[in-house]
């Protein structure tokens, strides 16, 4: 379910995350899209891994994991 003020929420997430260096476990490719998840649907799909690796093979590790192979 969508909340009701996405479309303000979205807009604002992707221009935050314009100025953020990527960073392994706290602001990457897959915490993005969560990022983005919880803007528009209000619920964090990556709370349990976020912080949890700093490395692409930790990300890999942790990712494959949580949520099976990619």
Request: hydrophobic share 40%; aromatic share 10%.
């Amino acid at each position: 379910m969508r909340r009701r003020d996405w479309a303000t929420r979205l807009p604002n997430t992707l221009r935050a995350a314009m100025s953020r260096p990527f960073s392994w476990g706290e602001h990457d490719c897959c915490l993005f899209a969560a990022d983005c998840v919880i803007a528009v649907c209000g619920f964090d799909l990556c709370l349990e891994i976020r912080g949890r690796y700093r490395s692409k093979a930790g990300a890999l590790r942790v990712l494959k994991n949580q949520f099976g192979d990619l």
